[in-house]
């Protein structure tokens, strides 16, 4: 991790500079209205449960787990360990706006907190640092032996204190080291998805989700991290990042407001095909939204003054 100051050698100027301008936006709007932003904070705090319960193999569908979260309903053929893990990864969630709040530097103490909340029920060691040796399967690496948790997570967490380069990179960066060291028996991704999300929130930034339909990617991504080359990791972090942003903008509707592409490109040369392929290949501003791209109308614009026919 260079100590550049604000380097951003490892994420690409275009989109970085998009993140820059969208954040600006943002910023000049606050304060937020503050029903909306609760509308979208809920919304945000059920996608990022089901897909980082997904990623990790939770069966609970989108709409199942909005059932447990907000009616408290027991799914009929889903275990108990699943339930637990949507209501408890949702409590750590909602947990994170206090605690970036209360302007708390990262610590151990808010670490074991966030995991105690996530494994409550499910894990005897919940909240505590794992006392015996680990193997992953899959993985190039062993996690370091027991002993060295505590002082390798110590160094983590006084790098992310001290960390003078972009945020995007600090965030990607306390992901992947995380995983690295896998301080935890057990639950240490969905640890450092909240953590990665902390940060984000303390730092001003909108909370980001990780995808289940993009998993592959997210451990192909830390796999190259664990080679050394964090470089698409950063990517693939600034990418969710952006699409955050997007959403929240879209909460002042007007020119922000997002629209499904088929809607967007009525008044325009462009077809619906068309504008997915330059969605898909990150040229059009856009965000998936379930199955359906959405765009917006400034974004429509930017893109037309850039590339336009």
Request: proline share 4%.
């Amino acid at each position: 991790m260079s100590n550049t100051n604000t380097s951003t050698s490892l994420i690409q100027e275009s989109i970085l500079s998009r993140i820059d301008e969208k954040i600006q936006m943002l910023n000049s709007k606050r304060p937020l209205p503050a029903d909306a932003v609760e509308k979208l904070n809920r919304e945000y705090c059920l996608y990022h449960t089901y897909h980082s319960n997904a990623i990790e193999g939770n069966t609970l569908t989108l709409s199942e787990t909005k059932l447990v979260l907000e009616e408290g309903i027991t799914i009929s053929g889903k275990s108990l360990k699943e339930h637990l893990e949507a209501t408890n990864n949702a409590k750590a969630f909602d947990l994170l706006e206090d605690v970036a709040k209360s302007n708390k530097e990262l610590d151990h103490v808010v670490i074991q907190q966030i995991h105690e909340i996530v494994t409550a029920g499910i894990l005897e060691e919940a909240g505590k640092y794992r006392t015996k040796n680990v193997r992953i399967t899959g993985a190039i690496k062993t996690p370091p032996d027991w002993p060295k948790v505590i002082k390798l997570m110590d160094e983590l967490i006084n790098k992310i204190g001290q960390s003078n380069i972009h945020p995007i990179e600090t965030a990607a960066f306390l992901h992947h080291r995380f995983v690295e060291i896998h301080p935890f028996i057990d639950g240490n991704g969905r640890v450092a998805r909240l953590l990665t999300n902390l940060y984000f929130i303390s730092k001003n930034f909108p909370p980001i989700v990780l995808k289940i339909e993009n998993r592959r990617k997210y451990y192909r991504f830390l796999k190259l991290a664990d080679n050394g080359n964090i470089s698409p990791f950063v990517h693939f972090i600034a990418k969710a990042l952006d699409e955050s942003i997007t959403m929240y903008l879209s909460i002042f509707g007007g020119i922000d407001e997002l629209l499904p592409l088929k809607e967007l490109g009525k008044d325009t040369t462009y077809s619906q095909e068309y504008l997915s392929l330059r969605a898909r290949q990150g040229v059009l501003d856009a965000v998936k939204i379930g199955r359906v791209w959405h765009s917006s109308k400034r974004a429509l614009r930017e893109y037309k003054s850039k590339y336009g026919r």
